[in-house]
């Protein structure tokens, strides 16, 4: 049974940071894709950003270059999430996933529960 499981969220002041952590269970962690995405209060969920099986490469949204930076440790099966410059509109449920193939949708196969992170003006 594969387990994702976020954790770090909570509530920061505007340009404030945040790391969030994920960490997977009973999956070949480093054959996967790991991807973060959030989720608003009424809106769709959205992209974030994710990073390679290896580290190897990372793709970001528009919203959260140069703010936001993804890593991975392999041999702790944890995906990062580092957020900086943090704005009141990243506050929303920060949720990890995972597949083998990246991508921007949401066709990943495992998901996490989710933490909120919340920034206040």
């Known amino acids: 049974q594969v387990q994702l499981v976020e954790s770090g969220g909570g509530l920061v002041q505007a340009g404030g940071s945040l790391r969030l952590s994920c960490a997977a269970d009973?999956?070949?962690?480093?054959?996967?894709?790991m991807a973060w995405f959030r989720q608003a209060p009424g809106k769709e969920r959205e992209f974030v950003g994710l990073g390679s099986w290896l580290g190897s490469f990372t793709i970001y949204a528009d919203s959260v270059k140069g703010r936001f930076t993804i890593s991975r440790d392999n041999a702790e099966n944890t995906v990062y999430l580092q957020m900086n410059s943090l704005k009141p509109e990243d506050t929303a449920v920060y949720y990890c996933a995972a597949d083998r193939k990246p991508s921007k949708s949401e066709s990943y196969e495992y998901w996490g529960q989710g933490t909120q992170v919340t920034v206040s003006s």
């Open positions: 009973g999956l070949t962690f480093n054959r996967y894709t």
